[in-house]
Nanobody, 115 residues
Framework: QVQLVESGGDLVQPGGSLRLSCAAS????????MYWVRQAPGKGLEWVSK????????YYADSVKGRFIISRDNARNTLYLQMNSLKSEDTAVYYC????????RGPGTQVTVSS
């Protein structure tokens, strides 16, 4: 069946870095736009970034532009999010999503930015 599993979340100090991964299975990964979205405590779902099927076209929310980098390895059916210069406001559960921001998501991975 179609499955997405995120990993890599952790507690990190402000200014630190993390790399999230999303392992995909059960569908033609290289045929879909893939998204990262996040949900901070008490807030709604926020779009973070998206990648074209081939990985050559990417977009970012203004809040993360210049700090986060989305990438994908289609041979490994894996989506990544490199997060640099982390801020407290980046604290959230991060999800990868298939095809759209409202597409199938995994269980998420917790990122906490705190000193």
């Amino acid at each position: 069946q179609v499955q997405l599993v995120e990993s890599g979340g952790d507690l990190v100090q402000p200014g630190g870095s993390l790399r999230l991964s999303c392992a995909a299975s059960g569908f033609l990964f290289n045929g879909y736009w893939m998204y990262w979205v996040r949900q901070a405590p008490g807030k709604g779902l926020e779009w973070v970034s998206k990648s074209s099927p081939g990985g050559g076209t990417t977009y970012y929310a203004d809040s993360v532009k210049g700090r986060f980098i989305i990438s994908r390895d289609n041979a490994r059916n894996t989506l990544y999010l490199q997060m640099n210069s982390l801020k407290s406001e980046d604290t959230a559960v991060y999800y990868c999503a298939k095809g759209s921001t409202s597409g199938l998501r995994g269980p998420g991975t917790q990122v906490t930015v705190s000193s």
